[in-house]
């Protein structure tokens, strides 16, 4: 599965649309993580147990996105975008999408 | 009550106070390292390609950072906040941010044997704070990504840009 966020694949064609396919993940903070981060929150700086865990769960959305794209039959994935809102109280929701192409 | 409070609170916005500066001008260094390594990794917003280089391959790199103000400069933009205008303490530490975001997205291009990057974009998100009266652990994450492409052999990225 080719993932991009251009809106063609560099070097390749576009011969086939599928739509849009959307990958989420809502994720709620650990509390041993938070317990960490809301020390390292008075000096200021990097909270490290955010980064990984946002990553983690951006890297889950792809996943989802790329299966369904996969079980429409595309084999890459165009113009992806991500969006994060905050649902809840230590609650963030991480969302990719994208349009699910046949390239050649 | 109030007296240890009147006590803790001072005693918090100094101890911040001299880490935050502290860990804010090991952070400056770092990244002046850092961006001097990544220099042959080349990131650009546009998106269309000039038309001599042939893409061999692509894929999607990001580099993310969640990064949060010390509590005496909140306190400062707090107060800030009362008069209005630039609230000045923000604005270096969001810069770190996206400086560091980007030096992220180009170790991972680079540690998959990518040397160009384009069509980058940086978001920014506000992350919830974890109660209600807006203490409790905030921060801001900065997300920059593109596409990795890597090149056939012999096209110049620098001279080709349009």
């Known amino acids: 599965m080719i993932i991009s966020n251009t809106q063609e694949i560099p070097g390749k064609s576009i011969i086939q649309f599928f739509g849009v396919v959307t ?29 990984e865990l946002l990553s983690e769960a951006r890297g889950e959305a792809i996943r989802r996105m790329s299966h369904q794209a996969e079980e429409m039959g595309a084999n890459a994935i165009v113009n992806v975008r991500f969006a994060t809102s905050s649902v809840a109280q230590g609650a963030a929701e991480l969302f990719a999408y994208g349009t699910a192409v046949t390239v050649e | 009550m109030d007296f240890l409070s009147l006590i803790i609170t001072p005693a918090m916005l100094l101890g911040a106070w001299i ?6 001008r090991r952070h400056l260094k770092n990244l002046l390292l850092l961006e001097s390594g990544s220099r042959g990794i080349l990131a650009v917003t546009i998106e269309e390609l000039p038309k001599d280089w042939h893409v061999q391959s692509c894929e999607l790199v990001m580099g993310n950072v969640v990064i949060s103000q010390d509590y005496f400069k909140r306190f400062m933009a707090s107060l800030k906040g009362v008069v209005g205008g ?5 604005e270096p530490l969001l810069e770190r941010a996206r400086r560091e975001a980007l030096i992220r997205m180009k170790g991972v291009a680079h540690a998959r044997g990518y040397d160009t990057i384009i069509n980058v974009r940086l978001e920014t998100a506000a992350l919830a704070s974890s109660r209600s009266d807006g203490k409790g652990t905030a921060g801001v994450e900065i997300l920059a990504f593109g ?16």
Request: charged share 20%; proline share 2%.
């Open chain 2, 86 to 90: 630039n609230i000045g303490v923000f």
């Open chain 2, 147 to 162: 596409t990795a492409i890597s090149l056939s052999e012999g096209t110049n990225r620098r001279t080709s840009l349009p």
């Open chain 2, 19 to 24: 880490s935050g500066r502290a860990l804010e």
């Open chain 1, 23 to 51: 990958g989420s993940t809502v994720r709620a903070k650990h509390i041993g993580r938070d317990i960490m981060a809301g020390l390292k929150n008075v000096v200021g700086g990097e909270l490290t147990q955010y980064t």
